[in-house]
């Protein structure tokens, strides 16, 4: 079974965003986009999304032999955040292709923890603790995850979008690292090590 994508948006929920970013980042977002801004944006970013979504999701499982569990997973779309995968939640992004690349990246999260798949993953997620024990936790959880987004990135998207995900985490230590390790130890072979285990 292959997944749906269900883009939504909570008005709730997006003000919250708004007043933590005021709060916590100490700063007011004067171009926090208005709610008709957000929803004419998932508009469009769904409409690329259709495009692809069957492929990708189902590439993820046949790279992991992990299986999804559920028929829809809810997408949030907020004016600004700080991207996550559960509930997943994604910000509107200038450039709408990056908002894809994003969904992909927090997909992926979601396929890790579906419901029984976990379990199904603890040996290699133990062979990767101790492998790079020398890495932080969020260092360690990327690296398989990056060696999949690298698969998908070359498969479907071309080197150009790839090549601008890894400059764009250049500014975050842990996700660099991530990136750093994948392409010295080679995507194919972080993804064979996964699967072995």
């Known amino acids: 079974m292959t997944p ?3 883009f939504k948006y909570s008005w709730i929920y997006d003000q919250n965003w ?25 508009k469009k970013v769904e409409k690329m999304w259709r495009k692809c979504e069957k492929k990708v999701l189902r590439e993820m499982t046949e790279l992991t032999g992990l299986k999804w569990k559920e028929k829809n997973i809810t997408c949030y779309v907020v004016g600004n955040c700080s991207p996550f995968s559960d509930p997943l939640t994604i910000k509107t992004y200038k450039e709408h292709d990056y908002f894809i690349d994003t969904l992909v990246h927090e997909s992926i999260h979601q396929l890790f923890t579906q419901e029984g798949n976990l379990e199904q993953a603890a040996k290699a997620w133990k062979y990767f603790e101790k492998k790079y024990a020398n890495e932080t936790y969020r260092t360690r959880i990327h690296i398989p995850l990056h060696a999949i987004h690298w698969h998908i990135f070359l498969k479907f998207f071309g080197q150009k979008r790839l090549d601008r995900q890894i400059e764009k985490m250049n500014k975050y230590t842990d996700y660099k690292k991530a990136w750093d390790i994948v392409k010295k130890e080679g995507y194919q072979n972080v993804i064979g090590r996964f699967n072995n285990f």
């Open 4 to 6: 749906k994508i269900i």
């Open 18 to 42: 708004k007043k933590w970013i005021k709060v916590y980042i100490k700063k007011e977002d004067k171009n926090y986009p208005t709610t008709p801004e957000v929803l004419n944006y998932i």
